[in-house]
């Protein structure tokens, strides 16, 4: 009797590609901004209807009892909005004690479009020629003042509002930029953001940052298709050569200061400076940058909030009973906190 040949069932593993670098390679130029933006806005949909068949949270209070609808209306409409200051002064000086302890991952330059990295210092230590640091994931997820915000429901709403879907936190950092660094690398020179179809930043400064101290800079209604078309289509004449010439250049991820400044008006650009504490939420698909400091050093704290995981970075969460100085700061199991978090903590 003759054995029978058994075939292997299908794999979609053993395929020459995976969903996640199709979705990478469509964020990151694979699609122009138009179709992003309108893939953005399904996904929010689909998302949003997911997460409520999936998913039973505790009712929040509504929007405006803590955020403003102006608020949203302002992001919505130039691509970011001043907060209350998210960290009181004394929280920000424990923080930036518990920061001291650690050392800080160093970057410096290699070329105008590249960076090298160099090695770890304690920050006072830092070397010449350094332009950046950041610290371990660890170090981060263990700071407990880094922990309250991130599980602060009414941010949370407020960008789930803006989103159209409940967020995931996919970047969570704190990092340096030092008046060291021989010339801009990186995030300091003029770009847009493509790690989701739809994203917002909060960004919080640590320090205080006037014009010399690397402040960030953003280029206002850059954030959407639409937003920009009907600012930039009238600018142009309505030329269509013009626009096609216009929308081919801001697929270029990397631009110079040269050219952002000779398309858009500088009443367009804004310098964010403040007082440490400052607070502002960014929808950083729109053109901007951290300016290299000429003098001193800045500390900013970092939530990007977007609707999927980043795909081409590994997450390992850590347990919240870790976390030291959380006392009265549980979270619910029914918090929508843990969904949003749940890339950082088990």
């Given at each position: 009797?003759?054995?029978?040949?058994?075939?292997?069932?299908?794999?979609?593993?053993?395929?020459?590609?995976?969903?996640?670098?199709?979705?990478?390679?469509?964020m990151?130029g694979?699609?122009?901004?138009?179709t992003?933006?309108?893939?953005?806005?399904?996904?929010?949909s689909?998302m949003?209807?997911?997460?409520?068949?999936n998913?039973?949270?505790a009712?929040s209070?509504?929007?405006?009892?803590?955020?403003?609808?102006?608020?949203?209306?302002?992001?919505?409409e130039?691509?970011?909005?001043?907060l209350?200051?998210?960290?009181?002064?004394?929280?920000?000086?424990?923080?930036?004690?518990?920061?001291?302890?650690?050392?800080?991952r160093?970057?410096?330059?290699?070329?105008?479009?590249?960076?090298?990295k160099?090695?770890?210092?304690?920050?006072?230590?830092?070397?010449?020629?350094v332009?950046?640091?950041?610290?371990?994931?660890?170090?981060i997820?263990?700071?407990?003042?880094?922990?309250?915000?991130a599980?602060?429901?009414?941010?949370?709403?407020?960008v789930?509002?803006?989103?159209?879907?409940?967020p995931?936190?996919?970047?969570?950092?704190?990092?340096?930029?030092?008046?060291?660094?021989?010339e801009?690398?990186?995030?300091?020179l003029?770009?847009?953001?493509?790690?989701?179809?739809?994203?917002?930043?909060?960004?919080?400064?640590?320090?205080?940052?006037?014009?010399?101290?690397?402040?960030h800079v953003y280029?206002?209604?850059?954030h959407?298709?639409?937003?920009l078309?009907?600012?930039?289509?009238?600018?142009?004449?309505?030329?269509?050569?013009?626009?096609?010439?216009?929308?081919?250049?801001?697929?270029?991820?990397?631009?110079?200061?040269?050219?952002?400044?000779?398309i858009?008006?500088e009443?367009?650009?804004?310098?964010?400076?403040?007082?440490?504490?400052?607070?502002?939420?960014?929808?950083?698909?729109?053109?901007?940058?951290?300016?290299?400091?000429?003098?001193?050093?800045?500390?900013?704290?970092?939530l990007?909030?977007?609707?999927?995981?980043?795909?081409?970075?590994?997450?390992?969460?850590?347990?919240?009973?870790?976390?030291?100085?959380?006392?009265?700061?549980?979270?619910?199991?029914?918090?929508?906190?843990?969904?949003?978090?749940?890339l950082?903590?088990?």
């Open positions: 009797m003759e054995s029978e040949t058994v075939l292997a069932g299908y794999n979609l593993d053993n395929e020459p590609y995976d969903l996640r670098s199709i979705f990478t390679a469509m990151k694979g699609l122009d901004k138009r992003r933006d309108s893939v953005g806005i399904f996904l929010a689909y949003r209807e997911n997460i409520l068949c998913y039973q949270f009712e209070p509504d929007l405006h009892t803590v955020y403003t609808k102006n608020q949203l209306k302002l992001l919505n130039i691509g970011f909005v001043y209350d200051k998210v960290f009181a002064d004394d929280e920000i000086d424990r923080i930036y004690d518990y920061l001291s302890r650690f050392p800080v160093c970057y410096g330059s290699e070329s105008s479009i590249g960076e090298k160099l090695d770890t210092f304690l920050v006072d230590n830092v070397p010449s020629g332009n950046l640091g950041d610290y371990q994931q660890d170090v997820s263990h700071c407990p003042w880094f922990y309250k915000i599980h602060d429901e009414n941010l949370i709403r407020l789930e509002a803006y989103l159209g879907a409940l995931t936190l996919s970047i969570f950092t704190v990092w340096w930029s030092f008046s060291s660094g021989v801009p690398i990186g995030a300091q003029y770009h847009h953001d493509r790690a989701d179809f739809r994203s917002v930043n909060l960004f919080v400064y640590l320090t205080d940052v006037g014009p010399r101290n690397g402040p280029v206002k209604r850059t959407e298709f639409r937003v078309y009907k600012m930039i289509a009238p600018r142009l004449g309505n030329d269509p050569i013009a626009l096609q010439k216009f929308w081919q250049w801001m697929e270029v991820h990397r631009k110079t200061d040269k050219d952002v400044e000779t858009f008006t009443a367009g650009i804004e310098k964010h400076i403040g007082v440490r504490g400052t607070s502002f939420l960014e929808d950083t698909r729109g053109l901007h940058k951290g300016l290299l400091p000429t003098a001193g050093r800045r500390l900013v704290f970092q990007c909030y977007s609707l999927l995981p980043k795909y081409n970075d590994s997450f390992r969460p850590i347990c919240r009973d870790t976390i030291d100085d959380i006392e009265g700061y549980d979270v619910p199991e029914n918090s929508c906190a843990r969904y949003t978090n749940r950082f903590y088990l």
